[in-house]
């Protein structure tokens, strides 16, 4: 008991190290061990294209599949898999642990594909031109044609069909892989007994090795109370029971042309100077032989760690640059603001205040002061502003939720769709605090909360439903492709079910409890009949305000957005989920920040209608990321080919931008009504 208990304390300390470093680990996922020769059977995900972005199955190409049949991975399928056209089924690759193998063949029992159809020809003529990928999954791990021991800037997923020469297509139908295994002795099999050990059993090799060495070095025999003799003699480091973990899965793919039946030569996609293989071509009636090499390698990368080349994103520095230029940024707004909360507006209080005490009172009031008696006019269209607010607060609340869970590290990677799946189960979930703030808003502006349901009503029906509309245009248009990018009618259904059963009740729930609550007092009496408002100075213009307000925002978000847009468009990882919750904190401070200096200076021009403006300068973000998305479509997506696959990216595109206006809509009306508030409550008017 003691030694577990001090083996546990070990896997603690180290656990802390390891969370600091390069390694990540990843929740939600579990070390799997093999043995020699044991079998390994790959999975393959659908077929992506950075040019079309329309996935497709595996098995709609010519490609042979395993004796058994195809069959779905039951385990990846979520949510979030099934939006993003994520198909996962076996493949007839199979390995035999720590033994090589060449020319083994793909096709089974006859070794080669059938003749090709004309229709199947043009089918893989096309995929070709486009420059689709194969996406084969070996442990979980994806594989990829980069060295993954070089430490890559970067890592891209998947190998291509083929490729075009002189006007011929040609077939990547022999696989070199190279699978690079990370020896063990047995302690994380031990451990799945007991779950609570995994995530000590992960740690303690990579961990407490190193702990162990750094104490010895400090002079230190005894680490937490456990001596070199004793971790010695742990049994979850002893050498008996060698076996091996998949930490790396590597390929080269190249085309080779073989004899249909014959026997299989001893040709590879490198080394044979002195026999320059003949590629295979695609053309009809032709017959495919399908065959791969195995070579497995030991390697120093440990499971914790296996996944960090894939995760490494380019531009390391710039992420910092970016994080620090943005607190720059927002130090200077908080300046600005400062000096106006505290110099300039008590200045003008003063000012104001000395008028009222002025038995005379020949002096003329001028500035903000002079609206206080339309400044809190019901705006026009009040019922839709509410319903906008209401949705913002529902979008941002639930996308720093499950960006706070990713940041943490719960949403790996390795579990495909958890991130998806995670957004749109805080999105179901947040409803209510939809409900409550569009019903309260409605409740303050109308002075009454008579009717509030029917605008939690709309609130419910407003984003989902025009977001589930457009989703049911484009899957009708994906569906007519064939592409597994179509959300299958079951599954849609669901979604529509999940929003009437969850979301909806959910949002009047928490427009039920927001109408029990009391009104909020405006601080000074509203005139009956509205103030003219006088034409504004230029730089007070609303234009101008609406212009410059969503500059600084953009420039916070600019560098991350480049990332962000390059993984979901190109096929990337992105798991700096870290910088993206700093950056969006910092993106929502800078706006709390702008939003109060254009507000205070629309007030100055005695202008009175900020409710509407306020929203908008606050969601004017979208604006500029909007042109941000034209130039990536003609820059970095120019090869996009297709009408469906342009419309594709401009339909989501235009739902993100749309989710963002809302979002930082609401972040600029919320401080812009807390900062107005404040200012006229602290004015002792008549």
């Known amino acids: 008991m003691i030694m577990r208990q001090r083996v546990t304390l070990v896997a603690a300390l180290a656990l802390a190290s390891v969370a600091s470093a390069a390694g990540y680990y990843l929740p939600g996922t579990y070390p799997q061990e093999f043995v020699v020769a044991q079998q390994l059977q790959a999975d393959v995900n659908s077929l992506t294209s950075a040019e079309t972005e329309l996935p497709f199955d595996y098995y709609s190409l010519p490609f042979c599949k395993p004796a058994e049949g195809a069959r779905k991975s039951l385990n990846s399928i979520n949510p979030g898999t099934i939006l993003m056209g994520s198909r996962i089924q076996n493949s007839p690759y199979n390995f035999t642990m720590l033994i090589d193998e060449r020319g083994k063949l793909v096709c089974q029992p006859d070794g080669f594909y059938p003749s090709l159809s004309a229709e199947e020809v043009d089918n893989l003529n096309e995929k070709i031109d486009q420059q ?89 025999d005894d680490p937490a109370g456990l001596t070199s003799d004793e971790f010695s003699e742990l049994d979850v480091l002893d050498d008996s029971n060698s076996m091996y973990m998949v930490v790396g899965f590597e390929v080269m793919a190249c085309s080779i042309k073989r004899k249909a039946g014959a026997r299989v030569e001893p040709l590879s996609c490198v080394g044979n100077e002195d026999r320059v293989p003949e590629p295979q071509e695609v053309t009809a ?97 009040a019922i ?64 009454s909360y008579e009717g509030w349901y029917a605008v939690a009503w709309r609130v419910a029906c407003y984003f989902p439903g025009i977001s589930l ?67 504004p100075h230029w730089a007070s213009h609303p ?23 390059t993984s979901i468009w190109q096929g990337y990882f992105y798991y700096i989920f870290g910088f993206c919750f700093v950056v969006g904190a910092l993106t929502v401070i800078i706006t709390i920040e702008v939003a109060i200096v254009t507000t205070y200076v629309q007030l100055c021009a005695e202008d009175y209608q900020w409710w509407w403006r306020s929203f908008l300068r606050g969601g004017s973000l979208a604006l500029y990321m909007a042109l941000y998305a034209v130039g990536f479509l003609f820059n970095t997506l120019h090869l996009l080919s297709g009408f469906l696959s342009v419309l594709l990216y401009l339909s989501y595109m235009v739902l993100i931008l749309w989710a963002v206006y809302l979002a930082m809509g609401t972040v600029g009306f919320a401080s812009s009504f807390l900062f107005t508030y404040k200012i006229f409550a602290s004015v002792k008017a008549d």
């Open 543 to 565: 234009y101008v305000l609406f212009a410059a307000a969503g500059l600084l925002p953009f420039g916070t978000i600019f560098v991350e957005l480049y990332f962000a847009m």
């Open 285 to 381: 009636e032709s017959k495919i032989v399908y065959t791969y090499d195995v070579y497995w390698e030991e390697s120093d990368i440990s499971w914790a760690s296996r996944w960090d080349a894939y995760l490494n994103m380019p531009g390391g520095r710039v992420h910092w640059f970016s994080i620090l230029n943005s607190l720059m940024v927002v130090l200077v707004m908080s300046s600005i603001v400062a000096m106006i909360m505290m110099r300039t507006i008590r200045r003008d209080l003063q000012r104001y205040e000395g008028l009222l005490g002025d038995a005379g009172n020949d002096m003329e009031e001028s500035g903000w002061k002079m609206v206080s008696g339309d400044v809190f006019r019901p705006p026009k269209n």
């Open 132 to 220: 689709y990928r194969i996406r084969l999954i070996l442990d979980n791990l994806p594989v990829t044609t980069y060295d993954l021991e070089e430490n890559p800037e970067s890592v891209r997923p998947g190998y291509e069909v083929g490729y075009q020469k002189d006007g011929k297509r040609y077939i990547n139908n022999h696989l070199m892989f190279k699978i690079l295994v990370h020896q063990t002795n047995g302690q994380y099999t031990k451990a799945k007994e007991n779950m609570a050990e995994i995530e000590a059993a992960a740690i303690v090799e990579g961990g407490a090795r190193r702990m162990l060495k750094q104490a010895k070095q400090q002079g230190v």
């Open 469 to 535: 509309l457009v989703l049911s245009v484009l899957n009708v248009l994906i569906h007519q492709t064939g592409s597994s990018g179509a959300i299958p009618l079951g599954a849609f259904f669901s979604l529509v079910s999940l929003w009437f059963l969850i979301s909806i009740p959910l949002c009047f729930s928490g427009g039920m409890i927001a109408a029990k609550q009391p009104i909020v007092t405006y601080p000074t009496r509203t005139n009956q009949i509205p103030r003219h408002i006088p034409p």
């Open 384 to 447: 839709l502003l509410c319903v906008q607010i209401g949705s913002g607060v529902q979008i941002i609340t639930s996308a720093f939720a499950t960006l706070f869970f990713a940041a943490l590290g719960f949403l790996s990677p390795a579990s495909r769709g958890a991130l998806l799946t995670a957004l749109l189960v805080m999105y179901l979930l947040l409803a209510v605090a939809a409900g409550f703030a569009s019903v309260w808003l409605w409740g303050i502006i109308h002075r």
